[in-house]
């Protein structure tokens, strides 16, 4: 079964520093990969989207997500972080059979000026 | 092109009462997909509809029903509404079925059962 891992429930940095959140995955098959994000009261944006290619995959508002297959990992990073930055990052994997989305359980980035 | 609209935004109901969600995808997409979101259990997937079929279903009682329209527009319907149905609805839509589709969620309808 596809599941995917947030380790950490929340990441705090301070403006201008980079960021990182980090998540983890295991599936059968090849990996689709996605990044969303909540702000308060919202929907999800869809960020970027790991399907096949590059391992560094490029995004929406400067981020960014390194895909690694020897440590299944798809963490989401962004040079210099905003404080607007702040919000709830959601990492995702495709279920091929279902087609649905399995969400992992949500990282808070606090980004402090 | 507009995004994903959902109505009604909020919604306060009572247990025993049934609910109607409305979703109304980005044009030309033709899947529609229904999560719910809660604090406990986090983002659960309902169902999926494409070309007004439902294609797959998650975990939760027959209470929880949909339709998806010939103009792709999706409804979804809880009846019997209990304390834990509480939550925020989210539809999402994509072009199509393929796993490699990114789907694009609307704002949600939080609803709460009083």
């Known amino acids: 079964a596809q599941s995917v891992a947030q380790p950490e429930d929340q990441v705090n940095v301070a403006e201008g520093n980079p960021l990182t959140v980090k998540c983890t995955y295991s599936v059968s098959g090849n990996p689709y990969l996605f990044w969303y994000v909540q702000y308060p009261n919202r929907g999800l944006q869809f960020l970027l989207k790991y399907i096949t290619g590059d391992n560094l995959v490029k995004g929406s508002y400067g981020f960014e997500a390194e895909f690694n297959k020897s440590q299944t990992s798809f963490h989401l990073k962004k040079p210099s972080a905003l404080v607007s930055d702040s919000a709830l990052y959601f990492c995702?994997?495709?279920?091929?059979?279902?087609?649905?989305?399995?969400f992992g359980q949500g990282t808070t980035l606090q980004v402090k000026p | 092109k507009a995004g994903v609209t959902q109505t009604p935004r909020y919604l306060i109901k009572t247990r025993g009462q049934q609910v109607t969600l409305s979703c109304s995808p980005i044009?030309?997409?033709?899947?529609v997909s229904w999560y719910q979101q809660t604090p406990g259990q986090g983002l659960q997937f309902l169902f999926e509809y494409f070309s007004e079929t439902q294609r797959n279903k998650g975990n939760f009682p027959g209470r929880f029903s949909g339709r998806q329209f010939s103009n792709s527009r999706s409804e979804m319907n809880v009846s019997t509404l209990e304390l834990g149905d509480s939550a925020l609805y989210l539809c999402?839509?994509?072009?199509?079925?393929?796993?490699?589709?990114?789907?694009?969620f609307g704002p949600g309808t939080r609803l709460t059962v009083l």
């Open positions: 044009s030309g997409h033709r899947s």
């Open positions: 999402a839509s994509s072009p199509g079925t393929g796993s490699y589709n990114e789907q694009f």
């Open positions: 995702a994997v495709r279920d091929p059979p279902t087609g649905k989305l399995i």
